[in-house]
């Protein structure tokens, strides 16, 4: 069964420095997520990703996150500059369609700002 | 109110027992519904969708109940392995920002 693979699966980083999450999503899939969560909290939405472009933002999707999909695979989440606040873990998801699609979660990466 | 609430357990029930999980919503526009479960620090894995007439597979039954905005899930003859934390989740067709994750139930199964 296809899956969506995330890289690293642990990355340690200090504060004040970028971060690179990466993601490859289900081939076939068009939508692309990311989601966090933080240890013991709910997933959060973070952004999703349509046609090259974002459809969606949360909130928390301020001006030290931006995503980008690179080439035809990769889909990535980068976080500018780190603060201690954004360890989490962080899942890409991806659909084939909107809405009534179920999200197909990566396994993660476990983001420890220190 | 949270868009998505869920009891938050944790429920602690012997191998073999019925379990019964409620979850509740507040936006009468959502239209799809999901169960998914999470083990922990690991990605939440699908475990069904949930439709108006209901819906089974093999030890899980899904109801959705639109007039009261609640969802249920029951895990008969439950498993070492069903214990997890179960998330109910809501989305709406219009808006992607809107599939929302409950804080989900944990469930611990002993012996």
């Known amino acids: 069964e296809p899956e969506v693979t995330q890289t690293p699966s642990h990355q340690v980083t200090q504060m004040g420095q970028e971060v690179i999450l990466r993601c490859v999503p289900i081939s076939n899939h068009l939508y692309f997520y990311w989601y966090r969560q933080i240890l013991g909290q709910k997933v959060e939405f973070l952004v999703s990703?349509?046609?090259?472009?974002?459809?969606?933002k949360s909130e928390i999707f301020d001006d030290q996150f931006s995503v980008e999909r690179p080439d035809g695979s990769n889909f990535t989440l980068k976080i500018r500059s780190t603060k201690l606040e954004d360890s989490a873990m962080y899942f890409c998801?991806?659909?084939?369609?909107?809405?009534?699609?179920?999200?197909?979660f990566g396994n993660g990466t476990r983001l420890t700002v220190t | 109110r949270k868009e998505v609430e869920q009891d938050p357990g944790p429920f602690n029930v012997p191998e073999g027992a019925t379990v019964a999980f409620n979850c509740t919503y507040s936006?009468?526009?959502?239209?799809?519904f999901f169960w998914y479960r999470q083990d922990c620090r690991k990605e939440p894995k699908l475990l069904m969708s949930?439709?108006?007439s209901g819906n089974e597979d093999g030890r899980f039954t899904a109801q959705l109940n639109r007039a009261s905005q609640y969802i249920s899930l029951l895990i008969r003859d439950s498993k070492l392995s069903d214990s997890a934390t179960y998330l109910c989740v809501v989305s709406r067709y219009s808006s992607a920002s809107k599939i929302i994750f409950g804080s989900g139930t944990r469930l611990s199964i002993r012996p």
């Open positions: 990703f349509y046609n090259n472009e974002i459809s969606e």
């Open positions: 998801a991806s659909t084939p369609g909107r809405g009534n699609s179920p999200l197909h």
């Open positions: 949930v439709y108006s």
């Open positions: 936006n009468s526009a959502s239209q799809s």
